[in-house]
């Protein structure tokens, strides 16, 4: 299975992506809510990461309104070549020159998630294989955020599209996106009943909070 939808250009604004999603239930869930993009987690001792078989029944399931996005945290390339979706998301410490070799050598589109650091936006923002950054807190998949404040004033000058994650949920997200205005927001945690569950709830108020305006 292979999937094509260009996330560039979005049905909706902002672009929502669900981080950690694990069940089919999640992923009907998210589509019912009008989420964009589901990211599904292939790094080792994360709560959310998926087994073999646990992917194989997600992309049996995927619906057509869902892009998949694999999360991956300095993947071998054997690893990105089993997956079958067209995006994938960088969250380790890969050097430019490794991102390089993963978009030529695997074909995947890339986004690249960084904690905060304004050298870093705009050495990523300057990278010829990197298509969307997505700006996270300290630690990915916390629920920690970062200062806003010092981003906004960057927003302006970085030329790719900018995806805010970091301690947002249902009820924080609806003033970041009036505030910063990015061009996507993602969440994990901020979604979540336990740590590595998904509250289909939460889901739902995230993403009508992300559009309310």
Do not use: Y
Request: proline residues 8%; aromatic residues 6%.
């Amino acid at each position: 299975m292979s999937f094509e939808r260009d996330l560039l250009d979005p049905t909706r604004s902002p672009m929502v992506k669900i981080c950690g999603v694990r069940t089919p239930a999640d992923l009907e869930a998210c589509a019912d809510a009008g989420v964009d993009a589901v990211g599904l987690v292939f790094a080792p001792g994360s709560p959310r990461e998926l087994g073999p078989a646990e992917l194989v029944e997600l992309v049996a399931e995927m619906p057509d309104e869902l892009e998949p996005i694999g999360l991956f945290v300095e993947p071998a390339n054997d690893l990105l070549d089993a997956w079958p979706g067209a995006w994938i998301q960088l969250h380790g410490d890969e050097s430019a020159a490794r991102v390089t070799a993963i978009a030529a050598e695997t074909g995947h589109r890339i986004i690249k998630a960084f904690p905060f650091d304004a050298d870093d936006c705009r050495r990523w923002d300057e990278h010829p294989d990197v298509e969307i950054l997505l700006i996270d807190g300290p630690r990915g998949g916390s629920g920690e955020p970062f200062d806003h404040a010092a981003l906004a004033p960057l927003l302006a000058t970085l030329e790719k599209p900018v995806i805010i994650a970091g301690g947002l949920d249902p009820e924080t997200v609806g003033e970041v996106v009036r505030d910063l205005g990015p061009f996507g927001v993602d969440v994990s945690s901020g979604v979540e009943s336990s740590r590595g569950v998904k509250d289909h709830d939460r889901i739902r108020r995230f993403t009508a909070a992300a559009r309310a305006d």
